[in-house]
T-cell receptor
Framework: QKEVEQNSGPLSVPEGAIASLNCTYS??????FFWYRQYSGKSPELIMF????GDKEDGRFTAQLNKASQYVSLLIRDSQPSDSATYLC????????????FGQGTRLTINP | GAGVSQTPSNKVTEKGKYVELRCDPI?????LYWYRQSLGQGPEFLIY????????DSGLPNDRFFAVRPEGSVSTLKIQRTERGDSAVYLC??????????????????FGEGSWLTVV
């Protein structure tokens, strides 16, 4: 089992709709969770991080964390064509781990 | 500098050759990370430096790979006897503090644009 798993997609969503991206992780001791966006040929850029169970909202983005289910998601409201990118879920494990472990990414396409 | 700087941006080398990839982190950032990303995959952790020391090198795939950060700033990733399977984007990242420390933006990881390595 991979440490961090994402549906590789591609996920296609019409403009203005809600895009939902999901991620599961295997290390129950994981403490910090990150969503990165990566445009083709570019480096990853941080969108959001979340540490506590529940929802965290930032503009059109909402991160959701459920540690009991080892599940983290990212919702993008009012999707725009500029949101088309690969979204990477990253997890920092427990036991003093300092590295981020990334999922394989989900390719999202917003259709005008 | 304003961001994480990596050189070269592109490198084509022949199988068996030696390669060095350089990373200049954001000024003042103590933590530095090297990742490798293959097409269609997420970044794969290689090594993490806290200051001058390699705090975690568990991701280095074999002894052909080595990285240094002698003065706690610039880092060099060195690959000996390159193989075609080494072809990937090598991403460097830095953060003010180690990733996930506390809940402040100080542990946000910023990536460079990467060094695209092709071994032919």
């Amino acid at each position: 089992q991979k440490e961090v798993e994402q549906n590789s997609g591609p996920l296609s969503v019409p403009e203005g709709a809600i895009a939902s991206l999901n991620c599961t992780y295997s290390d129950r001791g994981s403490q910090s969770f990150f969503w990165y966006r990566q445009y083709s040929g570019k480096s990853p850029e941080l969108i959001m991080f979340i540490y506590s169970n529940g929802d965290k909202e930032d503009g059109r983005f909402t991160a959701q964390l459920n540690k009991a289910s080892q599940y983290v998601s990212l919702l993008i409201r009012d999707s725009q064509p500029s949101d088309s990118a690969t979204y990477l879920c990253a997890v920092k494990g427990g036991q003093g781990a300092q590295k981020l472990v990334f999922g394989q990414g989900t390719r999202l396409t917003i259709n005008p | 500098g304003a961001g994480v700087s990596q050189t070269p941006s592109n490198k084509v080398t022949e199988k068996g050759k030696y390669v060095e990839l350089r990373c200049d982190p954001i000024s003042g950032h103590t933590a530095l990370y090297w990742y490798r990303q293959s097409l269609g995959q997420g970044p794969e952790f290689l090594i993490y430096f806290q200051g001058t020391g390699a705090a975690d090198d568990s991701g280095l795939p074999n002894d052909r790979f080595f990285a240094v950060r002698p003065e706690g700033s610039v880092s060099t990733l060195k690959i000996q006897r390159t193989e075609r399977g080494d072809s990937a984007v090598y991403l460097c990242a830095s953060s003010l503090y180690p990733a996930g420390t506390g809940q402040t933006s100080g542990n946000t990881i910023y990536f460079g644009e990467g060094s695209w390595l092709t071994v032919v």
